[in-house]
Structures are given as C-alpha cells and as structure tokens.
T-cell receptor
Framework: EPEVTQTPSHQVTQMGQEVILRCVPI?????FYWYRQILGQKVEFLVSFYNNEISEKSEIFDDQFSVERPDGSNFTLKIRSTKLEDSAMYFCASSTGTGPTGELFFGEGSRLTVL | AQSVAQPEDQVNVAEGNPLTVKCTYSVSGNPYLFWYVQYPNRGLQFLLKYITGDNLVKGSYGFEAEFNKSQTSFHLKKPSALVSDSALYFC?????????????FGQGTTLQVKP
C-alpha cells in the first residue's frame, strides 16, 4: 500500500540552527500539507501546497518557515532559525485532491527537538 | 468557521464492552467529517469519513461513526472494544477552502481499554 514517508524520524538541533524536514508524498497525490503536534496534543495545521505554491498557511507558519517541492517526489519543510518552541512532531500529509471528500494520508512524523 | 470539539480528554472502557468517543462539529456549508487514530509514536491513520448519505458510516478495524445533523455530532463507536484499540483518537472537519483545504482537528481523546 502506498504511504507517505518522512525523514529524519528524529532530529536534535541547537536553537538558531536551520532544519530541513523531508517528505515523500504518495506518488499520484496533488495536495501536500505540513502539520505539527506538540507532545501528543492537538494536531495543528501549518501549510498546504498545490501546483508548486502555497495554497493556505496558518498563523504559526511565519517567515521562519518555508516549503518547497524541489523535484517530482520530495516535499520539504525548512525552519530557518529554530526556537525552543519549535520542538514538536512534524507530520507531512498528502491527498489526491479529488474534492472536499478526500482524506489526508499522513507520514509517521519527524520529531524535532530544539535545545 | 469550521471546528470540531471532543469533550472528553480520556475514555476508559473494559475490553469487550461497547465504546463511544464523542465529537461535535460546527460548520458553514456541508460537513465533511473524519476520524483518525494515532498509536504511540506513530502518525495519524484514517479510520472513516462522513460525506453524505447514510448516517452510519463504517470504517477500519470495526469502528463506525454516527452522523447526527440535529445534534451536530459525529460520535465514533465500536460494539466490542479491544485492548489494542487503546490510542489517541482525533475527529476532524474539512476546512472552508474545500478540496484544497486542510483538515481541522479536535483536541483528541485518549481511549484506554482495560483487559
């Protein structure tokens, strides 16, 4: 069964460092998303991406964050200068985009720890 | 604005007993509702969705959910709980952007099934 894959599974970084989280969405999917979850709490929307541009972003997704689809398979989330409060589990998701009824398929997540 | 609420932080049930995890929603327009499950240190797995039609929706692992328009609820149910059902459950609603839009998640309910 096709799945969304994410790397790394866990990254530890120092405050102020840049971090890139990588995702390979399901191959025929057209819509891509990043979510984050702090310590098993609520799953918060960060950004959605379609047709090589951001289609929607939340207040959390400030200038420190960026997303990119550098080739036909990868979808990356970059945090330019990490803060302690960026420590969270980051989930990538994708969907076929066949209308509002489609579910999102999530990866296993990348745990980011900022020291 | 679209939102969902899960009024219980935790639900405890004995193995073999029926379980219910509650969710209420608030939407403008048609409600597109979803349930996801998250096992410890894992990503979110899709369980089921309500789009239209039959108010009782069947999903994975023997779960079902009942859509109730008058009570604006979408409760998750299972006739006989298993210890392996113990996990974090999230109700979600499609955001107002429709097919390009995000899923908005509730705060999650921890289900604990005791042997």
């Amino acid at each position: 069964e096709p799945e969304v894959t994410q790397t790394p599974s866990h990254q530890v970084t120092q405050m102020g460092q840049e971090v890139i989280l990588r995702c390979v969405p399901i191959s025929n999917h057209l819509y891509f998303y990043w979510y984050r979850q702090i310590l098993g709490q609520k799953v918060e929307f960060l950004v959605s991406f379609y047709n090589n541009e951001i289609s929607e972003k939340s207040e959390i997704f400030d200038d420190q964050f960026s997303v990119e689809r550098p080739d036909g398979s990868n979808f990356t989330l970059k945090i330019r200068s990490t803060k302690l409060e960026d420590s969270a589990m980051y989930f990538c998701a994708s969907s076929t985009g066949t209308g509002p009824t489609g579910e999102l398929f999530f990866g296993e997540g990348s745990r980011l720890t900022v020291l | 604005a679209q939102s969902v609420a899960q009024p219980e932080d935790q639900v405890n049930v004995a193995e073999g007993n029926p379980l219910t995890v509650k969710c209420t929603y608030s939407v403008s327009g048609n409600p597109y509702l979803f349930w996801y499950v998250q096992y410890p240190n894992r990503g979110l797995q899709f369980l089921l969705k309500y789009i239209t039609g039959d108010n009782l929706v069947k999903g994975s692992y023997g779960f079902e959910a009942e859509f109730n328009k008058s009570q604006t609820s979408f409760h998750l149910k299972k006739p006989s709980a298993l210890v392996s059902d113990s996990a974090l459950y999230f109700c979600a609603v499609r955001g107002p952007s429709g097919n390009t839009g995000k899923l908005i998640f509730g705060q999650g309910t921890t289900l604990q099934v005791k042997p």
